[in-house]
């Protein structure tokens, strides 16, 4: 039950634009839903008008509406809407981008078609400069740019701006400390006519490197004058734990020799040829206890501090371990949160062939072409090596001129084509989800490396399950084409809509993340793990400032626990923020 404080209960009576600052747990959320009620119930909302609540994750969605469930009738409800920065701006700009771009209708550039596209370009000033002028001169839109143009539209169509603010007299700003400057652009145009009632906890931003600024929540009291409220320490999430008692205290280093309630430490020590086997004992330890405890809908996350380490885990979990004493340690069945850039475009490249196959097409070129995007922009954000842009340039040369050099490239060359020519070959059901995985088996049995890759990355995609948009849309195809006519663009609306869901997940099960995608979700059990060589949650020789930073991962790390926290550290390399 959530109790209100006397200073909740003041909140509720304030009017005016509001800052209310808190640690994990400690309300934000609730009690801005709760002010939202109040508004509408007391307030009064006019017909049309809608309170916005604006988050940066998904994940926050997911929570906040589960929380709308339980505080919000649904009369009320209607008068509320939960969405995404992204979301938010793109349909602002859907309806209205005309005013500043004459290249009608804005298409979007989805991330991992956009990795792919800015592969060669090198230099942060270079790639901005190139997402402008896709924008300004193809009406071509890179997710990064949102912000920036939702801001320059407001500022620039007073008239628009005031029928924004007429709509959403209210913006609810999560997570705000979080914001870049193009964000902050935003919520300043939209401020000065809406009201603003921003929530923030200084120690939890842990977004430095994508622009959050420790100024912001300086600049918002500056810029807005809100009546500030601090919750402090208050815990709603883990109660009757130590858990945000640790978190705080890591950050001044007061943690140091002291026991917590339900935060626990455990050192692991070296083990040749079994790297990770004492964290896959833990989780499997406090799987096995929950389950033999009867609880449903439980949840376990393992949280690091790097991609790479995540990824070192999740193999480990996923395979069989045949100890020298002749114990078998069993598989660990785990979600993985990975770069989604590789299973979209290898879910592309698969709809490709399912495509032409179905049709008894055998355009290799168009295959070559999609293993191409694949290659160079699987990795996301991070820049593909020098082999893998030079690989993709011969077979992009190869599709013009028809000339090849190199075994491992006429290989790729030679698998893409006995692969079209047998997708040709199959006897396709109409059953979606039975057909993606015979075209994904003809990919696997290449003897092409960058192939295998592709079909390692498919198995990555969530979007194919039962029942789903795209199986229904590829359903549909069959049944108006007798083939899958259309997979490809499919796909692509698909990959686009998952981007932009906002559709309510519960985490179940376990789950392995760095700590920076575990931000907004919150698990029953967490197991911050730590490597023995690399994935370091703060490094011996760190300076003071990332020393700092890794303070704040470490304690949104721990926080995302509702009821156990470990800390997994090499016992004889233990975490310097522990000792």
């Not at 007429?166 to 000065?192: C, H, M, R």
């Not at 006519?193 to 009291?221: H, K, T, V």
């Not at 490809?488 to 559709?503: D, I, K, P, W, Y």
């Amino acid at each position: 039950m959530f109790e209100l404080s006397e200073q909740k209960k003041q909140l509720l009576k304030t009017e005016g634009n509001l800052l209310v600052l808190g640690g994990p747990g400690s309300g934000k959320t609730t009690i801005a839903l709760l002010k939202a009620k109040r508004i509408i119930e007391e307030e009064g909302i006019k017909r049309g008008q809608v309170i916005l609540f604006l988050s940066f994750a998904r994940a926050t969605i997911s929570r906040v509406e589960e929380q709308v469930g339980l505080l919000i009738s649904d009369k009320i409800r209607s008068h509320l809407e939960i969405n995404t920065y992204h979301g938010f701006i793109w349909n602002l700009l859907k309806c209205h981008g005309y005013l500043i771009n004459s290249n009608a209708p804005i298409r979007l550039l989805p991330p991992p078609e956009a990795a792919s596209r800015f592969a060669n370009i090198s230099g942060k000033q270079a790639r901005e400069e190139e997402k402008y002028r896709l924008f300004k001169e193809e009406g071509i839109l890179h997710f990064d740019l949102f912000a920036r143009i939702g801001a320059d539209l407001l500022s620039r169509s007073n008239a628009l701006a005031k029928v924004i603010s007429a709509a959403y007299p209210v913006v609810i700003l999560d997570e705000f400390q979080d914001t870049n400057s193009d964000e902050w652009e935003f919520i300043k145009a939209i401020g000065k006519r809406s009201r603003l009632i921003a929530l923030a906890d200084a120690e939890q931003r842990i977004y430095e490197f994508r622009g959050a600024d420790p100024a912001r929540i300086g600049e918002y009291i500056k810029e807005f004058h809100p009546t500030q409220f601090d919750f402090g320490i208050e815990n709603n999430r883990s109660k009757d734990t130590d858990i945000v008692q640790f978190g705080n205290d890591i950050l001044s280093g007061k943690n140091i020799g002291r026991k917590y309630k339900n935060v626990h430490f455990l050192g692991y020590p070296f083990r040749q040829g079994y790297p990770h086997i004492d964290l896959k004992f833990t989780v499997l330890k406090a799987r096995k206890k929950i389950i033999d405890a009867g609880r449903k809908d439980w949840s376990i996350a393992v949280l690091v501090p790097s991609k790479r380490l995540m990824l070192e885990i999740s193999s480990c979990f996923s395979t069989v371990h045949t100890l020298a004493n002749g114990n078998v340690i069993p598989q660990i069945k785990h979600e993985v949160a990975l770069e989604t850039a590789g299973p979209s475009l290898a879910a592309i490249l698969i709809a490709g062939v399912l495509e032409l196959g179905s049709q008894k097409q055998t355009n290799a070129d168009r295959l070559i072409g999609d293993l191409c995007e694949h290659i160079r922009g699987r990795k996301g954000d991070e820049t593909p090596s020098k082999a893998d842009l030079d690989f993709s340039s011969a077979l992009l040369e190869y599709i013009k001129s028809g000339k090849i050099r190199g075994k491992n490239r006429q290989l790729a060359i030679q698998e893409c084509q006995r692969i079209m020519s047998e997708s040709t070959k199959i006897e396709f059901t109409g059953n979606p989800g039975g057909d993606w995985i015979t075209v994904r088996n003809l990919i696997k049995s290449s003897t092409s490396g960058y192939l295998k890759q592709v079909e390692n990355d498919a198995h990555f995609l969530r979007l194919l399950h039962k029942g789903s948009i795209l199986s229904i849309n590829l359903s549909n195809l069959w049944k108006d084409y007798g083939n899958y006519s259309g997979a490809t663009e499919a796909v692509r609306n698909a990959l686009l809509q998952e981007h932009f869901s906002t559709s309510t997940r519960v985490w179940k099960g376990v789950h392995v993340m760095t700590i920076h995608k575990s931000k907004g979700k919150e698990f029953d059990e967490v197991f911050v793990y730590e490597g023995r060589y690399q994935g370091k949650i703060v490094r011996h020789d760190a300076s003071k400032k990332e020393m700092d930073q890794a303070r704040i991962n470490l304690r949104v790390a721990v926080t995302r626990a509702k009821q156990n926290a470990t800390i997994v550290t090499p016992s004889d390399d233990v975490c310097i923020l522990l000792k």
